[in-house]
Nanobody, 119 residues
Framework: QVQLVESGGGLVQPGRSLRLSCVASRSIFSINLMGWYRQAPGNQRELVAVSISDGRKTYTDSVKGRFTISRDNAKNTVYLQMNSLKPEDTAVYYC?????????????WGQGTQVTVSS
């Protein structure tokens, strides 16, 4: 089991930056997938970025070149650096942990942090 706590959301003008943090209650070293998802009003939750334990990272097309996901295993923390923010990035952003081990498959979510991009 793991608890995830996001922070760093807020109101920001278009073109500006924000950095989201997700702190886990246990080591994330062995967690295969640490990701960020977002959900805008009226929309389904969508994948934004994933950090894979082997070092690979994936991004949805709309954020490539603007967002960067990183993980600090020593701090049990995953970050999402968001640059050149656009109004369409407005959403609640959720941290996600997903892994498999000999006991089964596990997935946990944080409570979400609101990001609003508006002038």
């Amino acid at each position: 089991q793991v608890q995830l706590v996001e922070s760093g959301g807020g109101l920001v003008q278009p073109g500006r930056s924000l950095r989201l943090s997700c702190v886990a209650s246990r080591s994330i070293f062995s967690i295969n997938l640490m990701g960020w998802y977002r959900q805008a009003p009226g929309n389904q939750r969508e994948l934004v970025a994933v950090s894979i334990s082997d070092g690979r990272k994936t991004y949805t097309d709309s954020v490539k070149g603007r967002f960067t996901i990183s993980r600090d295993n020593a701090k049990n923390t995953v970050y999402l650096q968001m640059n050149s923010l656009k109004p369409e990035d407005t959403a609640v952003y959720y941290c996600n942990a997903h892994w498999k081990d000999v006991s089964g498959e596990y997935e946990y979510w944080g409570q979400g942090t609101q990001v609003t991009v508006s002038s």
